[in-house]
Structures are given as C-alpha cells and as structure tokens.
C-alpha cells in the first residue's frame, strides 16, 4: 500500500515563498511519476507539476511555470515543491499524488485521473 505524506504548507503574503515536501512509502517498483495537485472549494483538482523519478524528467503546468520547481531527493522517495513568486491565486489544499509509471506515457501526468496514489493534502493560504 503506497501512501503518501505532505507537509509544508502555511501562509504567506504575495510574493513570498513556501517549499512542499511528499515522502512516500510503500512502493513496490523502482520508479513513478509522482507530482502535485491543487485544488479550490468548488473547483476541479488541477495539475501544478510532476516528476518522473526514473530520470527526473519533469512538467509544469503554464500558471506556475518560472515560479514553481519540482525536485526529488537522492532516495527518490521524497519530492519538493519551490513555490516563489506566489499570488493570491495560489490559494488552495496541495496534494501529493504517484502511480508506477513513466509521466511521459501519460502527457506529463498533470491529468488528476492518470495518478492512483494520493496523500491527504496540505493548505497553501496567499494573501494580497
């Protein structure tokens, strides 16, 4: 059973910064795609970036491109997430997810249906 663990997450003003961490345990393969989601109350989840940690390749969604990097640790079962930048609009509960693929084989893997595993997320509150 893979599970997932955020934490990170807080206030901040626009412009600020706030790094995200994942740790998973549970994995049953070397490698997965394993990435961070957002979403708002009444919004669909979206995609924010992800990872593949076979080769590190990684994608972003536009909103956070420039602002927003997606990294791994050495142990590959922790990810990070460098938020600078960051505008009221970022507001919303961040969740880790993973699946035991390849985030190429699924267009980046940005798409909330294409990820399996999800941890219970953490709060990213930006205000003007």
């Known amino acids: 059973q893979v599970h997932l663990v955020e934490s990170g997450g807080g206030s901040v003003q626009a412009g600020g910064s706030l790094k995200l961490s994942c740790t998973a345990s549970?994995?049953?393969?070397?490698?997965?795609?394993m990435g961070w989601f957002r979403q708002v109350p009444g919004k669909e989840r979206e995609g924010v970036a992800t990872?593949?940690?076979?080769?590190?390749?990684?994608y972003y969604a536009d909103s956070v491109k420039g602002r927003f990097t997606i990294s791994q640790d050495n142990a590959k079962n922790t990810i990070n997430l460098q938020m600078i930048s960051l505008k009221p609009e970022d507001t919303a509960r961040y969740y880790c997810?993973?699946?035991?693929?390849?985030?190429?084989?699924?267009?980046?893997?940005?798409?909330?249906?294409?990820?399996?595993?999800w941890g219970q997320g953490t709060q990213v509150t930006v205000s003007s």
């Open positions: 997810a993973a699946d035991p693929l390849d985030c190429a084989v699924v267009a980046g893997g940005l798409d909330p249906e294409d990820l399996g595993y």
């Open positions: 549970g994995y049953t393969v070397p490698d997965y795609c």
């Open positions: 990872i593949y940690t076979g080769d590190g390749s990684t």
